[in-house]
């Protein structure tokens, strides 16, 4: 009798075993474990590319922080937003050279992408047609490579010594450029900066921390929308 029991007891416990191995997840177990498998695609960071020239890089200041980029990226951070900032600035970048080394930048996938390019071009005297062409085709390239892109094109001024006409011409390239292909305009980067000795490092044309500041707060107005 005793062996009985014994073995009725095994058999049970047996029979449990395999129940419990076959048996299917709930629904709440599987999304545990799907979950655990797969990382919130929320909390992944997009990407911000600031592409330009001096005035991206940060020329002549102490820190690359304090570019307007930098500037733009503290602001992002303290928002907690979930997005990362990559500066693409070079220091004497035209809009043909921007051109040329765009590709291997896009390489990386860009979710917003500011335009700071032309000032150079204005002040070599590089016609007015061509600027229009580059910038033109750097858009497309964006476009092309990201079609859910968001674009900020950064509006430039040459200074009144290049002509008025060429300055005119120069300074329409940016809200027609805008208009064309539906992307967000700044209308004057620097506005507020421009020709304001105390905003401005010796050679009168790049910020200081203070200026960047501003510049970066004009920037700043278009893309939180975006963000």
Not at 5 to 22: E, G, S, V
Not at 24 to 40: G, L, N, R, V, Y
Request: hydrophobic share 40%.
């Amino acid at each position: 009798m005793y062996k009985f029991k014994l073995t009725f007891l095994l058999l049970t416990a047996l029979i449990f075993a395999a129940c419990d191995q076959n048996k299917k997840p709930t629904a709440d177990e599987s999304t545990k474990s799907s979950t655990a498998a797969q990382p919130d695609a929320a909390a992944a960071s997009k990407t911000v590319l600031f592409f330009g020239d001096s005035l991206t890089a940060g020329y002549g200041l102490d820190d690359p922080s304090e570019a307007f980029p930098g500037v733009i990226k503290d602001k992002i951070d303290s928002l907690k937003l979930p997005y990362k900032v990559v500066n693409a600035g070079l220091s004497g970048e035209t809009t043909a050279g921007g051109n040329a080394r765009l590709d291997w930048l896009l390489k990386q996938k860009v979710d917003v992408f500011i335009l700071e390019l032309g000032a150079n071009d204005g002040l070599r005297g590089i016609p007015v047609n061509e600027t229009h062409k580059n910038l033109q085709s750097i858009i497309d390239k964006v476009k092309a490579k990201y079609p859910e892109v968001k674009i900020v094109l950064l509006g430039m001024q040459v200074p009144p010594n290049m002509g008025a006409d060429y300055a005119s011409k120069f300074k329409a390239v940016f809200p027609d450029l805008a208009t064309k292909n539906h992307t967000q305009l700044v209308p004057f980067f620097l506005q507020g900066v421009a020709g304001i000795p105390t905003l401005n490092q010796a050679d009168g044309i790049h910020p200081t921390p203070q200026g960047a500041k501003i510049a970066a707060n004009n920037v700043w107005e278009v893309l939180k929308g975006i963000l």
